[in-house]
C-alpha cells in the first residue's frame, strides 16, 4: 500500500523544525569549539579557518549540488532541499544572538548536538528533503543501492574528521567525533525504509 504524500503544511512545518533543531545543535557545536562532518562540517571548519560566516558559507556550498538533486531526485525534492538549506542558513545566522552557554563542557556538546542534529536530520528526511551536499548524496545511495543514508554520511565524516586535525585541537576532535557519531547513529537506526520512509 503507497503511503500517502505530507501535505505543504505537514511538510512546511517539518522542514521548519528540522532545520530549526538543526541550527540549534550547530550553536551548541561551535559553542564547544567543535565540528561535525556532512556539508555543514566542512562549512564550519572553513568558517574556523578563514572567520567567514558559518550560514553565508553551507549556503553557497550546497548551490552546486541543487542539480544532482534535480536530475536524481526530481524538482520536488529539489525545491524542498532548497528551503531547508535557506532556513538553516537564516535559523544560524540569527541563533546565536539569542542563544548562549556559560557552562558547556565539550562532551556534554557533542552528545546534545548529536541528539538534537539527528532529530532535525529526521524531520527533513521524513519529509522529502536534506540539508544537500552529501545529504544529497546519500540519500540517492539509500534510495538506488539502498545504503542507508547515516552510514553513507558517516564515511564521508572520516575524511573529513582526518581533515579537522589540521585546524583544532585534537581532543576537540575526539569529542566532536562523538557528536557525528551520535547524530549519524539517531539517522542510520530510524531512518529505515522497512519501517518509516515515506513521503
Known amino acids: 500500500m503507497d503511503t500517502p504524500r505530507h501535505s505543504p503544511f505537514e511538510d512546511a512545518q517539518g522542514l521548519a523544525a528540522g532545520a530549526a533543531l538543526c541550527a540549534f545543535g550547530l550553536v551548541i557545536l561551535t559553542s564547544a569549539g567543535l565540528?561535525?562532518?556532512?556539508?555543514?562540517?566542512?562549512?564550519?571548519?572553513?568558517?574556523?579557518?578563514?572567520?567567514?560566516p558559518f550560514a553565508a558559507v553551507f549556503f553557497i556550498i550546497n548551490?552546486?549540488?541543487?542539480?544532482?538533486?534535480?536530475?536524481?531526485?526530481?524538482?520536488?525534492?529539489?525545491l524542498k532541499t532548497f528551503a531547508a538549506v535557506a532556513a538553516?542558513?537564516?535559523?544560524?545566522?540569527?541563533?546565536?544572538?539569542?542563544?548562549?552557554?556559560?557552562?558547556l563542557h565539550p562532551g556534554a556538546a557533542a552528545v546534545l548536538f548529536g541528539v538534537v542534529t539527528g532529530a532535525g536530520l529526521l524531520a527533513i528526511f521524513r519529509h522529502g528533503a536534506s540539508l544537500g551536499?552529501?545529504?544529497i548524496?546519500?540519500?540517492?545511495?539509500?534510495?538506488?543501492?539502498?545504503?542507508?543514508?547515516?552510514?553513507?554520511?558517516?564515511?564521508f565524516d572520516a575524511v573529513l574528521f582526518a581533515l579537522a586535525f589540521l585546524l583544532i585541537e585534537p581532543v576537540l576532535?575526539?569529542?566532536?567525533?562523538?557528536?557525528?557519531?551520535?547524530?549519524?547513529?539517531?539517522?542510520?537506526?530510524?531512518?529505515?525504509?522497512d519501517r518509516y520512509i515515506g513521503t
Open 35 to 52: 565540528m561535525t562532518g556532512q556539508t555543514a562540517g566542512l562549512a564550519v571548519l572553513i568558517g574556523y579557518a578563514t572567520g567567514w
Open 63 to 78: 548551490l552546486p549540488f541543487y542539480a544532482l538533486a534535480f536530475a536524481r531526485m526530481g524538482l520536488r525534492f529539489t
Open 88 to 103: 538553516l542558513s537564516a535559523v544560524a545566522a540569527l541563533l546565536p544572538g539569542f542563544v548562549r552557554f556559560d557552562l
Open 133 to 135: 551536499g552529501v545529504g
Open 137 to 155: 548524496v546519500a540519500l540517492l545511495a539509500q534510495e538506488r543501492l539502498g545504503w542507508q543514508a547515516g552510514w553513507v554520511q558517516l564515511g
Open 173 to 193: 576532535v575526539a569529542w566532536s567525533l562523538l557528536g557525528a557519531l551520535v547524530a549519524n547513529a539517531v539517522v542510520g537506526i530510524n531512518h529505515r525504509r
